[in-house]
């Protein structure tokens, strides 16, 4: 069992290329990705897609990428010759007609320092070597994401385990009392006809209106189908495959049953038993939640 929160970081270099990559997941009803990363790094973006596709199946996904390249080769100074000699015969012009009240102190880092004459460039990058180094930062990233969503999957497992364990128990609570209530019924119904007639009881129509009242309250069919819930779900527990959409529909059919046992019920502890299995199972829902 995995959570939908986590959080993965890790930082990689190769060949003089620096990366880090950090990703945080939270609750989504689906696979949901977001990236932060330099504009000339998109390109790695539906690789990056296809890469936490493999590996995560649901959750809001954030990545962010910082990339630095310290190559030798990363950058290049461009000079602008034509504007070059521009400033110098500009400057010559000014010279002349300066007169001698000002000093000719012109050299090539005087003209090269004016604006555009030197333009520097970032190289274009070798977009394999980036992206290889992507895939593995990314990858190590997303090893820590899922350790982390792992761990707490583990104590989420621990408390809905408990929960079932909980409805299994109340489950057979109200299999118990069912018959106790057919059998206190039958007495109640009895004492108010010999109240009312006397002694003198037609126990043939006596049992006729009991058995109207059991068919009508007959639970057995919504108890059988929550053992068959609990058990689903036990087994969910143990799967290595996501499970969260499918145990958010085991727990829809769980209330259900447990609405339709409420509805028919006319006994006191019956009734409060559907009330404590509504709020276990409103629990189990809220944990459910964050389950991948």
Known sequence: MLSMT?????????DGRQMTVEVK????????LSFRMPRNLMFLEDGARRIIGQRLSRGHVDVFVTYRNLRTDSRKVLADEALFNAYAEALQQLSAVSGDGLRDDRTLMTIARMPDVLTVTEAEEDQEAVAALMEAALNEALDGLIAMRRREGEAMKADLSGRVDAIKRMTDAV???YPQTVE???QRLKAAVQELVGSEVDETRLMMEVAIMADRSAIAEETVRLNSHVQQLRELFESDQPIGRRIDFIVQELNREVNTISSKSQDIPITQLTVDLKAEIEKLREQLQNIE
């Open 6 to 14: 986590g959080y993965g970081r890790a930082a990689k270099e190769i």
């Open 25 to 32: 997941s939270v609750n989504h009803r689906f696979l949901d």
């Open 175 to 177: 299999e118990a009392r």
């Open 184 to 186: 206190e019924y039958t």
